[in-house]
């Protein structure tokens, strides 16, 4: 039986991209393997939030989750800094990280560009963290999205790296899953490439957006006048379109549109209108019961207290082995 094992940074709430790039794989998966999901706010203090919202956006993730479908009966779900023990493999594991290779990682470059004024050891570091994460379970699976095949590159190097040292055959290498498909990239409304949290006002949709916002930003996402000659390729901003359309519509909505783009008989307000409502009509439910659980604090809690009982058998187990290779006194 596979390990599988996700996670997500709590710094705001969860959009499709989030959704469909992790949560649904992970979903699929948790009946049938020995699953992990956790909320990575050791991660997120890379970018200094305060004490005052951190608890509340670690609940806010966990409500999140459980919305979308992530079962605390079947998978593990906890709080990264609720097993201590993956800061100690992390530490391990950075003495045989390298400056040059930290260096090289794209997140890292994208950072350094986009916060100057922060640059910190955690943001270098991310990676081992990362890897630390995914060790810690020794975790075969990571459903993730696109932007994270880097990491579990890293991830596989530090695995191999350890193994070779300590003369081991101790870590899986594992691999980013998408059911042998290409990893999921989800795209944002305002013509760029990637939907994520911190890429500007109407780039994201959130699973807990009501639908009045979804028709809001839908009808505001970045189109053009349409095309002149049939069957041409499309621009970017309207592949976007098309993308997001294959994500939550059915089939036939998508041949409607395409065939009506390839000749030249495509209305954008149209298109985003029926967009809007599927959009609507597949996160309603997971709207829903965000709102119910989101006023049920005894469960939220319950569930974060057995997600860490849960974990730290494993953790607590990969810990004093890794300790014992090494050559720690027992
Ligand atoms: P984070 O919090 O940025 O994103 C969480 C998950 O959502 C996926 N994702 C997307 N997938 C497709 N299209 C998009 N537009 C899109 N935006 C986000 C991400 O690929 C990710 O799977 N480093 C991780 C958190 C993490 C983690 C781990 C994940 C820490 N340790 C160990 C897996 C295993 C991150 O920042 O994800």
């Known amino acids: 039986m596979d390990i599988v094992l996700s996670g997500i940074r709590p710094t705001g709430n969860l959009h499709l991209g989030n959704y469909f790039g ?21 991660h997120s203090l890379t970018t ?39 800061a100690e493999l992390y530490l391990l594991l950075n003495m045989n990280a390298y400056m040059g290779e930290l260096q090289k990682v794209t997140t890292f470059k994208d950072k350094a560009r986009k916060q100057p004024e922060n640059i910190n050891a955690g943001l270098l570091t991310y990676p081992t963290l990362m890897a630390a994460d995914i060790l810690i379970h020794r975790s075969h699976k990571v459903p993730v999205g696109k932007d994270q095949e880097q990491h579990l590159e890293m991830t596989r190097t530090f695995a191999r790296r350890f193994n070779r040292m300590y003369k081991v055959d ?19 409304l305002d013509g760029s490439g990637k939907m994520g949290k911190s890429e500007g006002e ?8 009501d639908p009045k916002v979804i028709r809001k930003k839908v009808m505001r996402a970045v189109s053009d006048a349409g095309p002149t000659e049939k069957n041409s390729v499309k621009p970017d901003p309207i592949q976007n379109l098309f993308k997001l359309m294959e994500a939550v519509s059915e089939k ?42 989101n ?30 290779i090494i050559g720690f006194r027992p």
């Open 252 to 293: 036939e909505t998508i041949d409607f549109f395409e065939e009506k783009y390839n000749n030249c008989e495509i209305r954008y307000g149209d298109m985003k209108k029926q967009l809007a409502e599927d959009i609507i009509q597949f996160t309603a439910p997971i709207r829903e019961k965000i709102i119910e659980l």
């Open 202 to 209: 109407g780039n994201a949709i959130f699973l807990a957006d």
């Open 22 to 42: 992790a949560l649904r794989n992970f979903k699929k998966m948790q009946y049938e393997n020995t699953c992990y999901f956790f909320i990575a706010d050791y």
């Open 295 to 324: 006023a049920n604090d005894v469960y939220i809690k319950k569930v974060m207290d057995m997600g860490k009982e849960k974990a730290m058998v494993s953790g607590v187990k990969t810990i004093s082995e890794v300790r014992k």
């Open 48 to 86: 200094h939030p305060t004490p005052e919202n951190f608890q509340g956006n670690v609940k806010q993730a966990l409500v999140e989750y459980l919305a979308a479908g992530i079962d605390p009966e079947a998978a593990t779900i906890y709080v990264q800094s609720d097993l201590p023990q993956t």
């Open 170 to 188: 101790y870590f899986p290498e594992p691999v980013a899953y998408n059911f042998g498909e290409e990893l999921v990239k989800i795209p944002g």
